[in-house]
């Protein structure tokens, strides 16, 4: 769907957060015949917390390939928010479509993902320079402050959240200043983190809990045989009972047969600039390191990192072939210039692309595949995959375990346990990202 080089191992990926982590871990590519009781595909969150808790929790043999290096994909591009918000679908539409009671455990299991990747940070001892507590939602427009208040309103009426809205004179008063921005709704539910540092940190607990991890390690062929998954690769072959797929928007087409076309990766963009000094803060009056976005459909989100850098990413653009990239992301950067005028010079030092990964249906999807014994999926965190891809993963490990949840209940809720459905007509996937764009730029402009 997108140009070669988004999906190239070899292509670098010129993020911030590699230079803040030098020296990583090098897995070695598979070489040989291997057996596992599972394999893993994809060594992302997903992938990592799913090997992690096989092997910690489970005492489970596991295999993970990854087509590059842990975190080569979204995991080590993200922005780094740890927060809630993991589907596309709108609450009211959830509650309306899958019943309150489904909708609720949804949200729990959302709020408990922040809490475990809070607990393993804490356990494993990963520094991940943790910044700012919630995460901020932010009326670009003076008319969409009443409808974040009502949105907030209706989360803590229908789940019992305890959102706190905050007006133009709030953001200010806290250090949220912008012209751009007009009021503010806080879920204390999330915080920032170094994605790059967090997501090496993982990969180093599962391996030294015992899972077996591979770089440069591209599967190119899956078939089962006797009863057994045989996942071949560039230099070997892996013979599984068991098989979990946790390649999300880097899922390619011809993975498997009955794979094709049930995904819909999104670009998502990111600018950082220089180390800002105080002063320049003072000048524009940011200093919270929350992490915030905006309510667009096409949202903007952005946080002030722990050096005084400051990220600013959004949605949008078609295209990642070279040229077309490089005009999203002076798109981006004019767009945080637009929202923090004081800033208009300072220098931004960093730019980089990444893939998201969208479902028809709009929600998350962790489960078993009917169709195919022993094939399991997670994926489908729609641009908020740090909490929910870890949380999907150690599901994963439950359910691949046959050991429910806590208290013997499963945490999924029933809607996320399909497999993602296939979009109709799948090779116009391009043209429904271009159509969904068109009409979300011109509802982010009305008033």
Known sequence: MYHDSA????????????????????????????????????????????????????????????????????????????????????????????????????????????????????????????????????????????????????????????????????????????????????????????????????????????????????????????????????????????????????????????????????LSSIVVTRPLARDELELQGWSDTTPACDCRHLLNYFRLLPDGRFLFGGRGGVSAAPGMLARQLARIEAAFRRYFPAWAGVEVTHRWSGLVCLAADLVPHVGAWPEQPGAHFALCYHGNGVAMGTWSGRAAARLIAGVPGKGGEDERADFIRRPPPRFPLAFLRPLYLRGAYLKYGLDDIMP
């Open 7 to 266: 999906l190239d191992p070899a292509t670098p990926v010129k993020s911030w957060w590699a230079e803040t982590l030098p020296g990583v871990t090098c897995y070695s590519a598979l070489t040989g015949d291997v057996e596992t009781e599972v394999a893993i595909i994809g060594g992302g969150y997903t992938g990592l917390s799913a090997a992690y808790h096989l092997a910690h929790d489970h005492q489970i043999d596991a295999v993970v390939l990854e087509r590059a290096y842990p975190g080569w994909g979204a995991s080590g591009r993200s922005a780094g928010f740890c927060c809630m918000g993991s589907a596309r679908l709108p609450w009211d539409k959830i509650v309306a479509r899958y019943g309150l009671d489904e909708a609720r455990r949804f949200w729990r299991s959302q709020e408990a993902a922040v809490e475990l990747v809070a607990g393993l940070i804490a356990h494993e001892g990963i520094d991940v320079e943790r910044t700012g507590s919630g995460e901020i939602t932010l009326a670009h427009l003076p008319s969409r402050a009443q409808s974040i208040e009502e949105e907030a309103d209706y989360l803590d009426t229908t789940f019992g959240a305890t959102h706190v809205f905050l007006s133009k004179p709030d953001l200010v008063e806290r250090g949220m200043n912008s012209p751009r921005l007009h009021a503010g709704v806080q879920n204390p539910v999330g915080f920032g983190l170094n994605p790059w540092k967090y997501v090496n940190g993982l990969a180093a607990a599962a391996r030294a809990a015992g899972a077996r991890i591979h770089g440069g390690t591209e599967v190119v062929h899956w078939t089962r045989n006797g009863g057994r998954h045989e996942l071949m690769t560039p230099a070997g072959r892996v013979r599984a009972a068991k098989v979990l797929i946790a390649t999300a928007a880097y899922t390619p087409e011809d993975l498997h047969d009955d794979f094709g076309g049930r995904v819909l990766p999104a």
